[in-house]
């Protein structure tokens, strides 16, 4: 197997196509292009995932704010919790 799962004659065959339909001068102009492209998108790609790990990352390393607020459950004998609370009665 070669590139993509395409042997070395498959891709032989592609490149004798392209030179018969685009012609040399085109073919060159053509492959140009596609390895601008092909860079391109691999540095978009490296740049989305270097963003990503460094936000995961980042997120590991902060310990939540307000987490002693989170973790404790409104007491029954605070006037707040009975206030705001209709559904509790006396």
């Not at 590139?3 to 102009?29: H, N, Q, R, S």
């Given at each position: 197997?070669?590139?993509?799962?395409?042997?070395?004659?498959?891709?032989?065959?592609?490149?004798?196509?392209?030179?018969?339909?685009?012609?040399?001068?085109?073919?060159?102009?053509?492959?140009?292009?596609?390895?601008?492209?092909?860079?391109?998108?691999?540095?978009?790609?490296?740049?989305?995932?270097?963003?990503?790990?460094?936000?995961?990352d980042s997120?590991?390393?902060?310990?939540?704010?307000?987490?002693?607020?989170?973790?404790?459950?409104?007491?029954?004998?605070?006037?707040?919790?009975?206030?705001?609370?209709?559904?509790?009665?006396?």
């Amino acid at each position: 197997m070669g590139f993509l799962g395409i042997g070395p004659w498959e891709i032989l065959l592609i490149i004798i196509l392209a030179l018969i339909v685009l012609g040399p001068g085109k073919l060159t102009d053509f492959a140009r292009t596609l390895g601008k492209t092909v860079r391109a998108i691999r540095k978009y790609s490296t740049d989305l995932t270097t963003a990503v790990t460094r936000e995961l990352d980042s997120d590991k390393e902060e310990p939540p704010k307000d987490k002693d607020k989170q973790s404790k459950p409104p007491s029954a004998s605070s006037e707040e919790g009975t206030k705001s609370d209709p559904e509790r009665r006396p």
